[in-house]
């Protein structure tokens, strides 16, 4: 062998080695062997996988396909969306509305696809608003959002909005406790007067809406996250809890005094039983219910004005506390529905309980005592064994079909793969950087796919070509099919995403929604065809029926409108094709701009402000004529009495234009 | 010859701009060469699509005319007017003298393939420019409109 390269060969190692020990790899850290072919799809094919992104600050979901890491959709679930009007139409600002009136942004943190048996079963996606407490859910079909609930009791919903094994319920459980019911307290009276609350929201298995089933009352201190029992845990609910110290100033040191803090087991059929006998108080409290028709493409707001509350310390057997190390975050629970995974982000250990011995442990009273009256079960009862320094900083969990686990570390910026019983460390790989969540594909469900795993990071730093102080987010993509992890791809993301899943796009593919019959279109101010178009004033309203159909929009010409009025454009798309949506923009309009899909009818609202000839046009390239697209409103100043006439393709006189 | 090759060539260029086709409908187009047997079959004056044959009653089935007068309304009306002036497509007098009524319901319900394909209905593209929208008209709704026409057209 020659020396010289042997040597160079060690350099190498122990270079690798120095840098692996202090910071992260150089972005030039690159995929290996076929990478790019294991990510390469070609023009006009499709992605194997839908990965349904949580979108953070940016109040939305997006749509990635996999494995290329293509971004296909962004869909606004919290925020208002200018680029198709949600929020700014007459018909979707309902959907934004709180018991705080009208707010326009959230926090959307996780997803949940829903499930059947365990199991993706395509139909709806389940987000939660982590700042103004809301559960959206969002159609699988027309990947739109149908439905929002707002949280009563909540200080911030982000132990949510996981879900139970057939979608029985969504929950949604406060991450700051607060006093009930805007009790105005002292801040320093935490012990005494916060409390936390966790909602069951029952979800129609036919219609999906949601209603709060009941609201349990627990002591005062953080939910972070939560995972439904599966198979032989069906039933059971386990939320991670921290700041059981009950600090309320500088919860970064005074939230962390405790060795442990508590997976909270809940057995939610107990407290389906206690509701059924009438057990439980009526709490008002004033909470908004938004639900969009397919119908009317419109939405609906209801304020609702009470709530079912189960006081856990009234009700025994309902919850049982299980010791876990140092301000747990993720609590995941594997495919088979036995082993619950607790990660104490600043533990150096890895607790994973058994669901069998937590029965067993809570049938002969293996209590080490109690909080607030409720039973603490004994560590070493439920343990089924530790990872040993497994990483620093574990926060989550999935899993694969194989029954290995993939916990992110965002300390020490890595992927760890475990063994679920006997929980040896298989394999660990570095991401770039600082990982909070991972995705496997099915990962959450009790048949996961396997096959690759995304990392959401949360520090991007040098991966992609610098965009000044604020960077893209960084996502990456690992194949997980061997036995060794191996990165294939790092692609950018919108929003900061904290969590996404994943599942086959032949599962949902053939269910999207082309357009909208415009024979089913009963939106009361529908123009179903060019004859029912019109205008008219009511005070100083006006109302405009108009249709979009390639390419002119009608009325075309309008005059009898004055400085001060509202119109309100209702624009009809009378297209019945899909990949035909119409868009409508006025000059000096105060909201956005509205995107009309085949079929259906959306209204944007503008005052008429000065007097003079105003343009209006379709935004959406809809066909070579698309810039003819186009009308004017007259506006005439305030109390004039030029009278109300509209029309299109009308020319009044020879020298008026067009024509010869 | 050379008015084959005109054709031909006048086919290449209207494929060569249309945006790809999703896979289901691309069946039957067969890009540029000379071996379209979907074109070659094509009947000229039935078009190209399921309606092989259609039965034409006297007197007219006003059942129909009332529902193909609604679905005009709400579906075609936007582009096409009932006397001979064209507007963003042809007018439609005279429309059930001028085709065979097997071509209209074919235009009617099959309207991608025929402006692909369909050498009079390609005819009418080059005049208007603007591709007739898939309406999404079922072929019973078709028949409606049909007699619709019949009626526009003065027949009793």
Known sequence: MNIDRFLFGIAGVILAFSFAGCKPQAPESAAIGDAASRVYVAPGKYDEFYNIVSGGFNGQLSVYGIPSGRLIKILPVFSVFPENGYGYSEETKPMLNTSHGFVPWDDLHHVAISTTKGEHDGRWVFANGNNTPRVARVSLRSFRTEEILEIPNSGGNHSSPFITENTEYVIAGTRFSIPMNNEDVAISSFKENFKGSISFIKVDPQSGHMSIAFQLRTPGFNFDLSRAGKGPSHGWFFFSTYNTEQAYTLLEVNASQKDKDFIMAVNWKKAEEYIAQGKGKIERSKYAHNIYSEKTHSASSTILDEVKVLDITEFPEIVYFIPCPKSPHGTDVDPTGEYIVGSGKLAATMPVFSFTKMQNAIANKEFEGDFAGIPVIKYESVLHGEVQKPGLGPLHTEFDEKGNAYTSMFVSSEIVKWNLKTLEILDRIPTYYSIGHLSVMGGPTSKPHGKYMVAYNKITKDRYLPTGPELAQSAQLYDISGDKMRLLLDFPTVGEPHYAEAFPAALIQANSVKFYKIEENEHPYAAKGEGQTKVERKGNQVHVWMTAIRSHLTPDNIEGVNVGDDVYFHVTNLEQDWDVPHGFAIKGANNAEILIMPGETQTLKWKATTSGVIPYYCTDFCSALHQEMSGYIRISPAGSRTPLKFSTGVIEGENTGAGN | ?156
């Open chain 2, 1 to 156: 010859m050379k008015k084959l090759f005109f054709i031909l060539t006048l086919s290449a260029l209207f494929i060569s701009c249309a945006p790809d086709k999703p896979l289901e409908n691309q069946e039957g187009t067969s890009g540029t060469n000379n071996k379209n047997p979907v074109a070659a079959n094509a009947n000229p004056t039935k078009g190209i699509g399921e309606v092989k044959n259609v039965t034409l009653n006297t007197p007219l089935e006003q059942e129909r005319i009332g529902r193909g007068k609604a679905i005009y309304e709400m579906k075609c009306q936007a582009c096409h007017k009932l006397n001979d002036q064209r507007v963003v497509g042809p007018g439609w007098a005279g429309v059930t003298k001028r085709r065979e009524p097997e071509w209209i319901m074919n235009m009617i319900t099959n309207v991608d393939i025929m402006l692909d394909q369909d050498p009079e209905a390609r005819k009418l593209l080059e005049l208007c420019l603007m591709r007739m929208p898939n309406q999404n008209v079922s072929v019973g709704d078709a028949r409606d409109v049909l007699e619709y026409m019949r009626q526009n057209d003065g027949e009793k």
